[in-house]
């Protein structure tokens, strides 16, 4: 099963990953998570007491299931689908992409051309993250593989915030959770919006 997710993570792919410890700490003192709870051998987080006041939903009357299951068989499968909104943390030394799977090519930074080769390179720099740089075919910047502009469909990162069961562009990440996200890093945080 794939679930809609908003994931927050450093703008810089080259900021060092926060420690998990640090990152609950935080999100918890915010009142953006609750107390851990386990579930397949995964940890997440229910939604915490501020948790609407720190991720603002846009439209009309977005509906929004913010209780976990009670029965354990439930809470799996409805996890895996987004059914209800809850965080995953992961902060690990290794850069990581994380991707839409159905993510429109990205833009060069400097003429804003679709570089169509991508995935070629993204598989590159998988098979050896030293070879990550590439070259645009219209303007000639060159650059990291990093520095694509993948809009808000991809992005690269070591820690990453995952809030499942909001569906692309549904809700946004207020001032106060992105400025307590900062205080970790001492650098902005992004937002994606993926389906995996």
């Given at each position: 099963m794939t679930a809609h997710k908003l994931i927050l993570l450093p703008t810089d792919p080259t900021c060092p990953p926060v420690s998990t410890g640090q990152l609950t700490w935080k999100l918890q003192a915010i009142g953006l998570?609750?107390?851990?709870?386990?579930?397949?051998?995964?940890?997440?987080?229910?939604t915490g007491e501020h948790f609407?006041?720190?991720?603002?939903f846009l439209g009309c009357s977005p509906i929004i299931e913010?209780?976990?299951?009670?029965?354990?068989?439930?809470?799996?499968?409805?996890s895996a689908s987004g059914k209800f909104c809850h965080v995953?943390?992961?902060?690990?030394?290794?850069?990581r992409f994380r991707a839409d799977?159905?993510?429109?090519?990205?833009?060069?930074?400097?003429?804003?051309?679709?570089v169509t080769d991508w995935r070629t390179l993204l598989q590159a720099w998988q098979n050896n993250p030293a070879s990550g740089n590439?070259?645009?075919?219209?303007?000639?910047?060159?650059?990291?593989?990093?520095?694509?502009?993948?809009?808000?469909?991809?992005?690269?990162?070591?820690?990453?915030?995952?809030?499942?069961?909001?569906?692309p562009s549904e809700a946004v990440p207020g001032e106060a959770l992105l400025n307590a996200l900062k205080s970790l890093t001492h650098g902005d945080w992004s937002t994606l919006y993926i389906k995996e």
């Open positions: 998570i609750g107390a851990a709870r386990e579930m397949n051998n995964d940890t997440f987080y229910p609407l006041q720190l991720v603002t913010l209780e976990p299951p009670s029965d354990p068989e439930m809470l799996a499968a409805d995953f943390l992961s902060c690990s030394e290794t850069l799977p159905r993510i429109p090519a990205p833009r060069c930074p400097a003429c804003r051309t679709a590439w070259r645009c075919t219209h303007c000639e910047h060159t650059g990291h593989i990093t520095g694509l502009g993948f809009r808000k469909s991809a992005g690269f990162g070591r820690s990453f915030v995952e809030i499942r069961g909001i569906y």
